[in-house]
T-cell receptor, first 111, second 117 residues
Framework: DQQVKQNSPSLSVQEGRISILNCDYT??????FLWYKKYPAEGPTFLIS?????DKNEDGRFTVFLNKSAKHLSLHIVPSQPGDSAVYFC??????????FGEGTQLTVNP | NAGVMQNPRHLVRRRGQEARLRCSPM?????VYWYRQLPEEGLKFMVY????????ESGMPKERFSAEFPKEGPSILRIQQVVRGDSAAYFC???????????????FGPGTRLTVL
């Protein structure tokens, strides 16, 4: 039972353009959502989070949008840079404890 | 301020041997989580511990796997009688003391890559 799904295994964008990564969830108990970035042979690195009382959170080039009625969140990166190339995982939590991760999306930013 | 430390980074075991994976949380963090990532998959929750307490072990396989977080020293994930299907990357994460109505992100270590021959 995949409660958090990232339907796009890969995404390729040009440097300077916007990257949009999507994530859907099914569990209504999730109230805290996070995005992590992961390079090969390293652990995930926290990027940005949002709680269910908000619908948008912004941090520099990264913005996360939450649509609770659609059970959908997205991560926008603008402008995209080659160093952003990595696997991006969305994760969700009920009450800030265990995280349930999606399968990840490989982002490639081409110079 | 050191991050989450895991060792060893790589571990090779033969079928039937025991594997011990260690995790030292970030300074000031009292919550530890273990996750497993199988090839081509996302991370899957295994267990959540505080000092000397297992809070949630609902993701742990029923047999051969155990975890502890003693009062002193690192958290240990122990896998007895390893099988080939245990080959995976095991990640530890830590977070600070949770405060009501606020949330804390989890900070991950570099992982231990277990290979069972």
């Amino acid at each position: 039972d995949q409660q958090v799904k990232q339907n796009s295994p890969s995404l390729s964008v040009q440097e300077g353009r916007i990257s949009i990564l999507n994530c859907d969830y099914t569990n209504s108990m999730f109230d805290y959502f996070l995005w992590y970035k992961k390079y090969p042979a390293e652990g995930p690195t926290f990027l940005i989070s949002i709680s269910s009382i908000k619908d948008k959170n912004e941090d520099g080039r990264f913005t996360v949008f939450l649509n609770k009625s659609a059970k959908h969140l997205s991560l926008h990166i603008v402008p995209s840079q080659p160093g952003d190339s990595a696997v991006y995982f969305c994760a969700a939590s009920p009450g800030g404890s265990r995280l349930t991760f999606g399968e990840g999306t490989q982002l490639t930013v081409n110079p | 301020n050191a991050g989450v430390m895991q060792n060893p980074r790589h571990l090779v075991r033969r079928r039937g041997q025991e594997a011990r994976l260690r995790c030292s949380p970030m300074k000031g963090h009292s919550h530890v989580y273990w996750y497993r990532q199988l090839p081509e998959e996302g991370l899957k929750f295994m267990v959540y511990l505080q000092k000397e307490n297992i809070i949630d072990e609902s993701g742990m396989p029923k047999e051969r796997f155990s975890a502890e977080f003693p009062k002193e020293g690192p958290s240990i994930l122990r896998i007895q009688q390893v099988v080939r299907g245990d080959s995976a990357a095991y990640f530890c994460a830590s977070s600070p003391i949770m405060v009501a109505v606020s949330y804390n992100e989890q900070f991950f270590g570099p992982g231990t890559r277990l290979t069972v021959l």
